[in-house]
Structure formats: structure tokens, C-alpha cells
Nanobody, 129 residues
Framework: VQLQASGGGLVQAGGSLRLSCAAS????????MGWFRQAPGKEREFVAA????????YYADSVQGRFTISRDNTKNTAYLQVNSLKPEDTAVYYC???????????????????????WGQGTQVTVSS
């Protein structure tokens, strides 16, 4: 079981990237997916989450309106479109999958790392000013 994150890079402030999270080893179509990020010297923080069908989403306040999470279950892949990037968005971005049910898990819990069962290795996003 593996989650492979990709799509990171170096971009100027105001730029955009599309991060991908490809799952292999099992189907993740029934799982909720999440994105987190971790900057040097800081704790891993929640970015966004999406339910199994892609209908329900949840975002951290700091990225609301700039980032969009989506998924394509036919490709076993989740995405994070990151727009209007700021230097403070610089971090390693991680994707994760959870077997928990969306409606039975609070928004607060979706923003915590311990509800996720599988993690990818991360992709670096660096935003220059």
C-alpha cells in the first residue's frame, strides 16, 4: 500500500501548482483523503480533506479560497490545486488516506494526523518572494 505525492516545485509568489497523490496497492475510492504540510521547524499542519466521492471538502482557514482538493477515483488519485501561493506556503506537502467515515468524523478530527491510516512521502513546495 503506497501513496505517491508529486507535483511540487519552486514557484514565485502568486504562482500555482497542481499536486497529485497516486495510490497503489489497494483501492482508495472508499477512503477520505487529506493533504497536510510541514515547514522546517514546525509541526505538520492540516491543509484540506475530501470525502470518498469528492462531494464533501474541508479546508484550513489559511488556504480557503486559494487551494482546491479533488479526486479521480477511476485513477486512484487525489489532487491539490494550489493557487495564489505565498512564501508562507513553503513546506513539504503530504497526502494521506483514512478509512473513517466522513459523516461520522468531525471536521476537527479531519484536521488531525491520527485519523489517517496511510501517508505518502511528501513533495516539496517552495515559494519565492
Amino acid at each position: 500500500v503506497q501513496l505517491q505525492a508529486s507535483g511540487g516545485g519552486l514557484v514565485q509568489a502568486g504562482g500555482s501548482l497542481r499536486l497529485s497523490c497516486a495510490a497503489s496497492g489497494r483501492t482508495f475510492s472508499g477512503d477520505a483523503m487529506g493533504w497536510f504540510r510541514q515547514a522546517p521547524g514546525k509541526e505538520r499542519e492540516f491543509v484540506a480533506a475530501i470525502n470518498w466521492s469528492g462531494v464533501r471538502t474541508y479546508y484550513a482557514d489559511s488556504v480557503q479560497g486559494r487551494f482546491t482538493i479533488s479526486r479521480d477515483n477511476t485513477k486512484n488519485t487525489a489532487y491539490l490545486q494550489v493557487n495564489s501561493l505565498k512564501p508562507e506556503d513553503t513546506a513539504v506537502y503530504y497526502c494521506a488516506a483514512s478509512k473513517r467515515g466522513w459523516s461520522t468524523t468531525s471536521k476537527r478530527d479531519w484536521s488531525t494526523t491520527n485519523v489517517y491510516d496511510y501517508w505518502g512521502q511528501g513533495t516539496q513546495v517552495t515559494v519565492s518572494s
